[in-house]
């Protein structure tokens, strides 16, 4: 295998891999998966922008997913008036007061000399600004968390179609990541990453517990779709003349039809993502990076501004992670705070990344696909494996009966299996950055 038709042969191999899930499982199975490994891709390509280009070591990732999630529900999910007449106000009136506190802080450390006086007036801002802002937040958070709390108890959102969120939980990922970066940038490699952790941590907590804002650990179900709902499809005369003349049922063929319109488009999204990708880093800015990533004080000492770059890869790659996140979120249906895990939302993605080749964009879309198919099917290969193990023992034999138990378990060791396997026969990836002596 040479290093040419590495990549076709891997990519063919994985596609084999989604025939026979369709031909063993079946087609809505194998779309399903499909589906999470798009978006897995569009993740992983977001993780390799930082790590692959820049050497920048983010483990927040999931709270820049977590973000893009939010956004799809504040930009979808129809507003509920009861709940804006009852504290809408008062939200409005302490978001403002926290944006005139943060310019007060802004103009009080420019203006004033460095001493002690100006830390005293800091804290003076912070403190009355945070007793002002309370005393309108926390009447209307109550007042809000009671309207029909079983069923909203939230501000809701704008009511737009869901496809904005994707562009916009970018935005929204991108300016966080900003603040971060402006924050943390400076600091080493490993610190960063604790910044990182850290800060995605306050931002799934706020998540859990800012009911007002999201339901908190109620989640919001039912968010709008942008592909049609199969009870819809069933009852269009036009869909059920496609069906009956594929042969196919009506019910099982508005299932595999909405998944084949979420493929495409994910898949629309995921190209645009690469084909940008491609062209950044095969650009002078591309080249620039991999240099202050290999060697950080060469590029300083040659007037490049080591920060402001870092900044920018980190804005970027985490503005990709906020789209992936809302594009999940869309996939779902549903938004749920307490299923961000870093098991799923960082580790994995970086497992993606690993064993795809970081600094290669096709390797991360590679890593993206199977390691995000493999998630997925460990378990239920896991207990099909017990099952046929434990074949001859009688039902109720306590071995059979843990060993079936623990296939679930087969996910985590499946994936440190490949892990393991790919660094130790390919340590750069399946498909490793290209140097310029492979150039």
Same mark, same amino acid.
């Given at each position: ?15 084999? $891999? ?40 983010? #483990? ?14 504040? @930009? ?7 709940? !804006? ?43 009355? +600004? ?10 209307? @958070?109550?007042?809000?968390?009671? *309207? ?17 969120? =994707?562009?916009?939980?970018? *935005? ?5 990541? !900003? ?43 039912? $968010? ?13 005369? =036009? ?12 019910? %099982?063929?508005?299932?595999?039809? @909405? ?13 645009? @993502? ?19 990533? %290999?060697?950080? #004080? ?7 501004? *080591? ?14 992670? +906020? ?5 999940? &979120? &869309? ?18 993605? =970086?497992?993606?990344?690993? *064993? +795809? ?17 493999? !998630? ?7 207990? =099909? ?55």
């Amino acid at each position: 295998m040479t290093e040419t038709n590495r990549p076709v042969l891997l990519f063919a191999a994985m596609a084999l $891999l989604f025939v026979a899930t369709a031909a063993i499982i079946g087609l809505n199975s194998a779309l399903f998966a499909l589906n999470f490994c798009l978006i897995s891709a569009i993740m992983a390509l977001g993780v390799n922008i930082q790590w692959g280009y820049a050497g920048l070591f983010n #483990v927040g990732v999931m709270g820049f997913a977590a973000t893009g999630g939010l956004t799809a529900v504040l @930009v979808s999910y129809p507003p509920v008036a009861e709940a !804006w007449a009852a504290g809408g106000g008062g939200i409005l009136i302490s978001g403002l007061l926290t944006l005139v506190t943060i310019a007060a802080c802004i103009l009080a450390y420019r203006r004033m000399p460095r001493g002690l006086v100006r830390n005293w007036a800091l804290a003076a801002i912070i403190l009355v +600004g945070l007793f002002v802002i309370r005393y309108f937040y926390d009447p209307a @958070v109550e007042a809000i968390e009671a *309207v029909n709390p079983a069923t909203s108890g939230f501000l809701g959102g704008l009511g737009m179609p869901i496809l904005f969120s =994707w562009a916009l939980g970018g *935005v929204v990922a991108a300016g966080i990541a !900003w603040v971060i970066g402006k924050i943390s940038l400076g600091l080493r490699s490993d610190y960063l990453a604790i910044a990182t952790l850290g800060i995605s941590e306050i931002i799934i907590a706020m998540l859990k517990n800012e009911d007002w804002l999201n339901r908190g650990v109620k989640n919001v179900i039912g $968010l709008p779709r942008p592909v049609p709902y199969e009870i819809d499809l069933q009852q269009t005369e =036009w869909f059920i003349n496609l069906a009956n003349s594929l042969g196919i049922n009506p019910v %099982d063929f508005s299932s595999i039809y @909405v998944k084949l319109c979420y493929a495409l488009l994910f898949a629309a999204v995921l190209l645009i @993502v690469l084909y940008l990708s491609e062209k950044a880093i095969h650009s002078p800015w591309g080249r620039m990076m991999r240099a202050i990533r %290999d060697n950080e #004080v060469s590029a300083n000492a040659m007037g490049k501004d *080591v920060t402001r770059r870092h900044l920018q890869v980190f804005v970027l790659g985490s503005a990709v992670i +906020g789209i992936a996140g809302a594009m999940l &979120t &869309t996939l779902d249906g549903q938004f749920t705070p307490t299923a961000y895990q870093p098991l799923r939302y960082t580790f994995l993605i =970086w497992v993606m990344v690993i *064993v +795809g080749g970081s600094g290669n964009n096709w390797g991360s879309v590679l890593g993206g696909f199977l390691v995000g198919f493999f !998630w997925l099917q460990a378990e239920p290969l896991g207990i =099909w494996l017990m099952q046929v193990i434990t074949a001859g023992m009688a039902p109720d034999n306590p071995l059979r009966v843990h060993l079936i138990d623990s296939g679930a378990h087969m996910r985590l060791i499946v994936m440190g299996l490949i892990l393991l396997l790919v660094l130790r026969f390919s340590p750069r990836g399946l498909i490793p950055e290209r140097t310029s002596r492979a150039h």
